[in-house]
T-cell receptor
Framework: GIQVEQSPPDLILQEGANSTLRCNFSDSVNNLQWFHQNPWGQLINLFYIPSGTKQNGRLSATTVATERYSLLYISSSQTTDSGVYFCAVQKNSGNTPLVFGKGTRLSVIA | GAVVSQHPSRVICKSGTSVKIECRSLDFQATTMFWYRQFPKQSLMLMATSNEGSKATYEQGVEKDKFLINHASLTLSTLTVTSAHPEDSSFYIC????????????FGNGTRLTVT
């Protein structure tokens, strides 16, 4: 099946710093989503981004589908950004599930 | 707001008992729902695909007789963990698409199961 690799696995940032999280995938995909899982386990949809660039406040994401990677940018990080960030891809068309990467665990310290 | 509702959010049960988890689509019909499981500090792994009106499709290594899935209506899928054991303790999350194929997958808030 498709492989999804995220890097780095762990990241510690000082509040206010910027960061880039990367997601590589092994095959072409129909869909790519970025999620933030908070300490209570809730998965928050950040971006639905099979290709191109999107921005939402301090977060932005870029997917280069032809090169099989996506990047999540976090600017001016805050302690509330802490948690695990997951990249997940859908390989096939239709109503098929997402395959998740192992995540990047982010800790933002004051 | 949330488009997928999951209940209960947390449950503690004794070994040998069964636990039912409900997943509801809010304001939309979901012919397909997906159930994932997440162990501590690990990623989400697909357990099964729930199909309205037909049998669920289970991933390799997931026991269909232990994890019973019923998708009896277009807005409700249930996962029953039968004869639960401590190793079944995990975080279970359901998901569905509100606008069909090609749209984002939305997740419930998850159910944290602890089997004592």
């Amino acid at each position: 099946g498709i492989q999804v690799e995220q890097s780095p696995p762990d990241l510690i940032l000082q509040e206010g710093a910027n960061s880039t999280l990367r997601c590589n995938f092994s095959d072409s995909v129909n869909n790519l989503q970025w999620f933030h899982q908070n300490p209570w386990g809730q998965l928050i949809n950040l971006f639905y981004i099979p290709s191109g660039t999107k921005q939402n406040g301090r977060l932005s994401a870029t997917t280069v589908a032809t090169e099989r990677y996506s990047l999540l940018y976090i600017s001016s990080s805050q302690t509330t950004d802490s948690g695990v960030y997951f990249c997940a891809v859908q390989k096939n068309s239709g109503n098929t599930p997402l395959v998740f990467g192992k995540g990047t665990r982010l800790s933002v310290i004051a | 707001g949330a488009v997928v509702s999951q209940h209960p959010s947390r449950v503690i049960c004794k070994s040998g008992t069964s636990v039912k988890i409900e997943c509801r689509s809010l304001d939309f019909q979901a012919t397909t729902m997906f159930w994932y499981r997440q162990f501590p500090k690990q990623s989400l792994m697909l357990m099964a695909t729930s199909n309205e009106g037909s049998k669920a499709t289970y991933e390799q290594g997931v026991e269909k007789d232990k994890f019973l899935i019923n998708h009896a209506s277009l807005t409700l899928s249930t996962l029953t963990v039968t004869s639960a054991h401590p190793e079944d303790s995990s975080f279970y999350i359901c998901s569905a698409r509100s606008r069909g194929a090609g749209s984002p997958l939305h997740f419930g808030n998850g159910t944290r199961l602890t089997v004592t």
